[in-house]
């Protein structure tokens, strides 16, 4: 088990240069945009701009603050499920996360001006791995992720228990590894009034390479 908080993170130009980004957590640890496996990050969009373009990584997003955005892109291009991409994606805070390949060239308009936007973005190598973001808000909950060799726990308001042991704060990210080869990973997370979670399932096409590469985090 490993955790991040505020402290840990790292804030740094985006790759296209058009605003910055907070790294929260990369695996490998240390691994620039050319060479992680996956990497999970928060950005402010202050202005309308395209995307960065990320060939062979599969993206999820999510919303955290602010009004929200529109995606746009080519009708012609194709999403990850093999069905067209729609021209325009609506986000808002309460939306699921979004799945998308980072090939796909989008322009990001905010939905108010003056409203800036912070989201939540998980981005993997699609030749090493796969990914799956869900969206946690208060209760119990029971995740069972069989087919996980990682799995992360973003905290973005409130707070919550992990495993009746670890408390999660607002900004606070947690990694559980799986224990032992094809066991999965299975966890109970108690949120708590107005708490607002993000649970992240990383599956890997070779097992080996989890267990093989840390990312850099306090290890529990």
Request: with cysteine; proline share 5%.
């Amino acid at each position: 088990m490993q955790r991040w908080s505020q402290q840990d993170y790292v804030t740094m130009p985006w790759k296209n240069g058009g605003g910055t980004t907070t790294e929260l957590a990369v695996f490998p640890s240390g691994a620039s945009f050319e060479h992680f496996v996956w990497r999970l990050s928060c950005a402010e969009v202050r202005v309308a701009g395209p995307f960065s373009a990320f060939p062979r990584i599969d993206r999820s997003l999510a919303v955290l603050s602010g009004a929200g955005l529109i995606l746009h892109t080519d009708e012609s291009q194709q999403s990850i499920s093999s069905t067209p991409f729609a021209q325009s994606v609506r986000l808002e805070q309460r939306s699921l996360p979004y799945r998308f390949m980072g090939e796909l060239p989008i322009f990001a308009e905010l939905l108010e001006p003056a409203s800036p936007v912070i989201d939540l973005n998980l981005m993997t190598r699609r030749d090493v791995c796969q990914h799956h973001m869900q969206r946690l808000e208060s209760g119990s909950h029971f995740i069972d992720a069989s087919d996980a060799q990682q799995l992360l726990l973003y905290c973005t308001m409130g707070n919550a228990i992990v495993q009746g042991q670890e408390n999660l704060q607002a900004g606070d990210l947690l990694m559980l590894d799986e224990e032992q080869p094809a066991t999965g990973i299975r966890v109970h997370i108690d949120a708590g009034e107005l708490a607002l979670l993000f649970c992240m399932r990383i599956s890997f096409l070779n097992h080996e390479l989890s267990a093989t590469k840390g990312a850099h985090g306090n290890s529990r």
